[in-house]
């Protein structure tokens, strides 16, 4: 039965890849919270999107160019009405929240743009440290970065983001030894869906908004439906 992973935390209601976000998510009742890290330059593993501050903070800058001291302070909820303030967390802020939890979490290495060195061996580090290497994927659209890390934590659960059309994906999938592919969901036609399952390859899917796309995703068997709007993927797997 496919399971339902918040993406951003609670993204669709509240601030994404915030504290609140993620608690709204566990509240929700989902099986797994897809969230993305990038490195501060002090070299902190931190929670956010892009990388930049502009868009979900009140500040503005590369996320590389502050301290996390210097980065706490803006407010990544500033467009959210009656939420109060929320800090841009670092990774070990959301393990301590779900390290006695049964939530799965999607971590994906945001090293397409900035290919900050060395984040593959610092995000390993936390999750051994919270002892939860039974509960991550780590996941990436630079697939170098995902064998970088798959060489130093091969028993992890890894998977390929993609965006575009890719031709025999599950082969190419699974002659790298990763378990998983992470497509955008209107890329996922039966011809893909089966050579995916051919190689009984986990297909974990974004970003699911629409009913119409989470029944026909549903009928499919897909493994997991990554969307800002857990509360309505909930309600349309359970009809």
Request: proline share 2%; aromatic share 12%.
């Amino acid at each position: 039965m496919s399971k339902i992973f918040a993406h951003r935390g609670y993204s669709g209601n509240y601030p994404e890849n915030t504290m609140l976000a993620f608690k709204k998510a566990i509240e929700c009742g989902v099986d797994g919270i897809e969230l993305d890290v990038q490195l501060t330059k002090d070299r902190e593993v931190v929670i956010i999107h892009d990388e930049t501050i502009d868009r979900t903070t009140n500040g503005k800058g590369y996320v590389v160019d502050y301290t996390y001291e210097e980065l706490e302070k803006f407010d990544a909820s500033f467009k959210f009405e009656n939420v109060g303030f929320n800090k841009i967390p670092t990774l070990k802020d959301y393990f301590e929240l779900v390290k006695n939890l049964k939530v799965i979490t999607n971590i994906e290495l945001k090293t397409g743009i900035n290919e900050y060195l060395g984040i593959e061996e610092k995000v390993w580090k936390l999750i051994k440290e919270y002892n939860l290497e039974d509960r991550v994927i780590i996941s990436s659209f630079n697939h170098f970065s995902v064998m970088r890390m798959k060489k130093i934590a091969s028993q992890l659960k890894y998977g390929f983001l993609s965006e575009d059309w890719i031709i025999d994906a599950g082969k190419y999938t699974h002659s790298h030894g990763v378990q998983c592919y992470h497509p955008r969901h209107n890329n996922l036609i039966p011809e893909v869906i089966d050579e995916l399952k051919k190689y009984n390859l986990e297909i974990n899917t974004w970003t699911v908004n629409e009913e119409k796309d989470m029944r026909y995703l549903y009928s499919k068997g897909i493994d997991v439906i990554i969307t800002n709007y857990p509360e309505l993927a909930k309600e349309i797997k359970n009809k």
